[in-house]
């Protein structure tokens, strides 16, 4: 899809709907192992945000729209977040016609790969997601990088539902910087105004779906038992599904 991937991740992100073609039970065995001694980035133990929204005393939703790398990681990561009733793979950044697996991975569109969380606003805030987005769902110092996965469309951005999000966001993306909790400045930027369209179908919830496909035993399987031993009281063992809710 992307002339920037690396030969690993040709073969494992390639056509995702080919997923029992490309990777056979011993390329599975052989890539799960190589996982276990290439081993994914630690997560980095990171504070709260001294500025959030507060906590709502009744339920309700909000959205949140992230980006940090290849969506299925990152969808698979808040679809564990206590509070958080929904969480689509998509696109961000460019236009509606241009939202397409095949067309975003040029690298051209100005979209991102990206996951809209719905959450509960009395049980998760908006500051905890992005604590959980900087320690566990990607790298924040990495520019139009994650993993194996090379381009803008993999860049590291927040796109801010509203001014009062930004707001949020720049406190703690400041915050983090000057407690230099990174070896390396964060270079995640803000990005308002922009639509969030929905990915294929056969994205949605592909982590759950597909556990042993290469890709996701190396590079996403190891983000949520960060988030079990990072968070543990945010930490929801039964991911909620997108595939759950259409059905």
């Not at 065995?29 to 980095?44: I, K, S, Y």
């Not at 236009?95 to 509960?120: I, L, N, P």
């Not at 995640?188 to 105004?193: N, Q, R, V």
Request: aromatic share 10%; charged share 15%.
């Amino acid at each position: 899809m992307n002339a920037f991937k690396s030969p690993l991740a040709m073969l494992t992100r390639t056509a995702p709907r080919a997923v029992a073609t490309l990777a056979t039970a011993c390329a599975v065995g052989v890539l799960a192992w190589q996982a276990r001694t290439l081993a994914a980035e630690p997560a980095v133990v990171i504070p709260a945000p001294t500025v959030d929204e507060t906590k709502a005393t009744t339920a309700g939703t909000e959205t949140a729209v992230f980006a940090g790398g290849c969506f299925w990681g990152v969808q698979g990561v808040f679809q564990h977040v206590a509070g958080v009733k929904n969480a689509v793979s998509g696109y961000a950044g460019g236009a509606a016609s241009t939202a397409h697996y095949e067309v975003v991975g040029s690298g051209s569109t100005g979209h991102a790969e990206s996951v809209q969380v719905t959450y509960d606003p009395s049980k998760v805030t908006y500051g905890k997601l992005l604590q959980v987005y900087f320690s566990v769902a990607h790298d924040p110092t990495q520019l139009n990088k994650q993993g194996p996965d090379w381009g803008t469309q993999y860049r590291s951005t927040i796109f801010a539902a509203n001014a009062d999000q930004a707001r949020i966001a720049r406190a703690y993306i400041a915050q983090l910087d000057a407690a230099h909790v990174y070896p390396k400045p964060i270079v995640t930027t803000i990005e308002l105004g922009k639509s969030f369209y929905p990915a294929e179908g056969y994205h949605q919830d592909f982590l759950t779906l597909n556990p042993n496909y290469p890709y996701i035993v190396i590079n996403d399987l190891p983000k949520i038992e960060n988030l079990k031993k990072l968070f543990p009281a945010d930490y929801r063992a039964q991911p909620v599904l997108v595939t759950a809710k259409a059905g």
